[in-house]
């Protein structure tokens, strides 16, 4: 999952996640990758319109959102 993370981050795409949370809570979040450091990677999540950590390993699924799917005409 690192790989993908690190590679739609360096491209700059936003993508989609499906997140398991501490709580062991299951989300879907459309994010921006800010940067990935160590385990951890921070985005902004268009879901709480705020800036989030996120533990790379709690990432279920990475499913980047190229121009059309984001709105860009």
């Known amino acids: 999952m690192r790989n993908e993370?690190?590679?739609y981050y360096k491209q700059g795409w936003m993508v989609?996640?499906?997140y398991l949370?501490?709580?062991g809570e299951i989300s879907k979040r459309?994010?921006?990758i800010i940067k990935i450091?160590?385990?951890l990677?921070?985005?902004y999540c268009f879901k709480q319109?705020?800036?989030r950590m996120f533990?790379?390993?709690s990432v279920l699924a990475i499913n980047p959102l190229f121009p059309k799917e984001r709105g860009a005409v």
């Open 37 to 39: 450091q160590g385990d």
């Open 41 to 43: 990677f921070q985005a």
């Open 5 to 7: 993370l690190v590679k």
């Open 30 to 32: 459309k994010v921006k």
């Open 21 to 23: 949370s501490k709580p």
């Open 16 to 18: 989609d996640l499906i």
């Open 55 to 57: 533990l790379i390993d």
């Open 49 to 51: 319109n705020a800036k």
